[in-house]
């Protein structure tokens, strides 16, 4: 099976192309990647068997060589400052509890500091 990487991949249309080791590319379907994979990056290193098509060679199964780093996990925090970062979220959010079982609501310009600190950290989370 010939080796190559990926040159394109458009995860909305389905498609891209692969180029091989020896030159010339290859196109491929999102219906040829490998299950529980829905796109491809490009540079990523795979493996494909390859079929010729009415314009020309098509990947006919994929196969993932090397998964590339992903960039955000990358540039995540180190998890201390994210410990920081909880610790202040858990100190404001008692504040808050301790308003609400005294029967009053933050006013709205405190509500918004609040929400966007929330926003903030579930971004870090999910990365």
């Given at each position: 099976?010939p080796i190559?990487?990926?040159?394109?991949?458009?995860?909305?249309?389905?498609?891209?192309?692969?180029?091989?080791?020896?030159?010339?590319?290859?196109y491929?379907r999102?219906?040829?990647?490998?299950?529980g994979?829905?796109?491809?990056?490009?540079?990523?290193?795979?493996?494909?068997?390859?079929?010729?098509?009415?314009?020309?060679?098509?990947?006919?199964?994929?196969r993932?060589?090397?998964?590339?780093p992903?960039?955000?996990?990358?540039?995540?925090?180190?998890?201390?400052?994210?410990?920081?970062?909880v610790?202040?979220?858990?100190?404001l959010l008692?504040?808050i509890?301790?308003?609400?079982?005294?029967?009053?609501h933050?006013?709205?310009?405190?509500?918004?500091?609040?929400?966007?600190?929330?926003?903030?950290?579930?971004?870090?989370?999910?990365?």
């Amino acid at each position: 099976m010939p080796i190559g990487k990926v040159r394109f991949y458009d995860a909305e249309k389905g498609f891209g192309f692969l180029q091989k080791e020896d030159g010339g590319d290859v196109y491929v379907r999102a219906n040829v990647l490998p299950p529980g994979v829905t796109s491809l990056k490009a540079g990523q290193k795979v493996e494909f068997g390859v079929i010729e098509g009415r314009r020309g060679e098509q990947a006919l199964s994929v196969r993932l060589i090397d998964v590339p780093p992903s960039l955000s996990k990358a540039s995540r925090r180190k998890p201390d400052q994210m410990a920081v970062m909880v610790e202040d979220l858990i100190k404001l959010l008692d504040g808050i509890g301790n308003d609400y079982r005294r029967g009053r609501h933050p006013d709205s310009r405190h509500a918004q500091k609040i929400a966007s600190v929330l926003r903030a950290v579930a971004d870090e989370l999910e990365l």
